[in-house]
């Protein structure tokens, strides 16, 4: 409950957040956490606040960007401000009038390649608040660079207009220069120096001039002052801002009123100033973020409650291992199925931008989208479940399911590749249905089965948390997949589906032969890929990863041109299987033979895409070449 006196609604969902807990000891932190590398997203929100990196733009200095009236120096570290006798001592009282502390006033440096040395621009603090004049700060070159100091606010200040000769010709002449009054205190400084590093000769940020916690100790740090402030296209915008009661009855509410007691409740006031008062605060959010209810369809839903404890009977994990080997080719079918589906639809890969707002093809296009990318979904889940059999030491379940394997054991539905039919797509949608509505023994339910075993049992499996979690992913993407087939039944509603299906009919051409092996080259090189992946971990998995991903463009771009063509594709995994490094040679080899069939057969477009066949096959071969 909270600390306000405000009571948790009955059945109240809390997070259990388990992204942090890594399966494995990773060898580094990718390229793009390096600061050079990630967004520089200077107000609350991502990575870190860029202004908080660039404040020791200047050796021996610190600035705060993050103030209207402008750049304050915060502190002197050393370098040529303290070579001309300037220290701590000369900033004036922290909690004193701007007028009376240091500012920066001006910038001078070369902040693009093509600009001389003679040219260097110089950027005057005058008019520019902390974040305009941090903006140049920014922009600056590793190299030479002046900077004018002085006592007083740089949004009034004069720049660096009062410094003879031009700021850029003390730089190039590296000056440096102190002026203080009669009674001693500095009132303005002219330094040169280099830009200052931010990194040490082993890539880390500097630990001499950065403390633990600078570079985010400006982001939004509890996120409910995100949740409770952000009004944009933030994250935090796709919170519920006005509500309606349970019931309807009540409407334009204000989700965060602080008074959530009085029936029927004040309606929500017009301005930020008027409502501000009667919203939490940003303690009282802190505190009491618990007591806002779950708003589902524009109404504040506590009337769910908790849900019944499940009366399922638990498994033995080797009832679990067989549960799961048989649900890898599950998924594996219905990623094939939803694949074929995807194709028969009538639409191009990427949709013209002149094509008409009311064109019927827009729809069938939305409905390709859709279906594509569920299949897209289906893939991770057999990942998930390989990853889960490679816990229990089981071997890996990616062999393509046989014509006749049974998809639904209640329903006895067989595996067939079929056009999106109605009668297909109304069994896409009884496939996905939700598990709470479902026989629990069927697919989806059978997954909450596998789950309500291990949480209930987790001494008797291993890495229990970890396995609870990924079921409980392909749970909660099961239920999207419902969703999205019935708005594709809703894009496709109206429509002939003569006029959106494609006639499919095997390969009767040499190229359409040859286009079709092709494409079972790359069906082999995805499931081949993905199996070393899961097989190497951490030492090779990202490269072979990143080329199954490859390879899954491929033949998705195939597959496409085959659909346009009449021509349904296959899904055939031709021999060898990309199991080992002689496996991918000979698949590579098999590539190249048919880019060579089907070059003198292309035009000019066709024989593009079987340039990146062949690099996608040279760069499979070097992956694997690391392993």
Known sequence: SGNAGLST??????????????????????????????????????????????????????????????????????????????????????????EQRLHLWAVCGRTTVDQEEAEAPVFHAVDRDGPDMWRHVHDLLPGTI????????????????????????????????????????????????????????????????????DLTRSLCAPWQYDFRECGCYYWAASKPDISATSGGEYRNLNFQRRDRTTMPPAPDLTTILERGPLEL?????????????????????????????????????????????????????????????????????????????????????????????????????????NEILGVFGHPLQLDRPEDDFVIQEQTGHRFKLERLTSDQLEWFIAV??????????????????????????????????RLAHLIKLIIDEGDDHYHRFTAIRDHLAGLDQDTYLRRLAPPDTPLDRELCRLADLNYAMVLGALRATMEAGDSAGGLLKAQSVRSMRNLHELNHRLAARGVAPRFTAPSPELSDGQGARAVARAVGEAVRSIRPLADDGLREQMDRQEAGARALVAAYSLR
């Not at 701590?88 to 701007?98: E, K, R, T």
């Not at 605060?281 to 109404?299: A, S, Y």
């Not at 569920?374 to 990942?383: F, P, S």
Request: glycine content about 10%; hydrophobic content about 40%; proline content about 8%.
């Open 9 to 98: 609604p009955e059945g109240k969902i809390f997070p259990r957040n388990l992204t942090a807990r890594a399966a494995h000891v990773v060898r580094g932190n990718p390229s793009g956490s390096r600061p050079e590398s990630g967004v520089d997203n200077c107000f609350p929100g991502l990575e870190f606040d860029q202004r908080n990196l660039d404040k020791a733009f200047f050796p021996g200095l610190l600035f705060d960007f993050h103030h209207d009236t402008g750049s304050r120096l915060l502190a002197v570290r050393g370098g040529v401000a303290q070579e001309q006798g300037i220290s701590d001592a000369d900033l004036g009282d922290s909690a004193g009038d701007d």
């Open 146 to 213: 002046s900077i004018v100091v002085g006592r007083g606010s740089g949004i009034r200040s004069p720049g660096a207009l009062w410094v003879p000769g031009g700021l850029n010709s003390w730089r190039t002449q590296g000056r440096s220069a102190v002026q203080r009054d009669d009674a001693g205190v500095l009132e303005v400084a002219v330094l040169t120096a280099e830009r200052a590093d931010y990194l040490d000769q082993d890539g880390v940020i500097e630990p001499d001039v950065y403390e633990p916690g």
């Open 281 to 385: 605060d940003h303690p009282e959010l802190i505190m009491n973020w618990n007591v806002l209810p779950v708003v589902l369809n524009g109404r504040e839903d506590d009337a769910l409650g908790v849900p019944a404890p499940l009366d399922l009977p638990l498994m033995k994990p080797e009832e679990v291992v067989r549960r799961l080997t048989r649900l890898a080719t599950v998924e594996h079918a219905l990623c094939l199925e939803y694949l074929y589906a995807h194709y028969s639809l009538d639409a191009p890969m990427v949709l013209p931008a002149e094509t008409p707002e009311n064109a019927p093809v827009r729809r069938v296009f939305a409905a390709a989208q859709e279906v594509f990318g569920v299949a897209e979904d289906e893939m991770r889940h057999l990942r998930w479940v």
């Open 432 to 465: 996905e249905k939700p598990s709470a509505q479902i026989d629990p023994h069927g697919i989806d339910g059978m997954y909450v089965r596998l789950h309500h075993s291990i949480v209930r049992n987790k001494g008797a499996f291993p890495q229990a948390d």
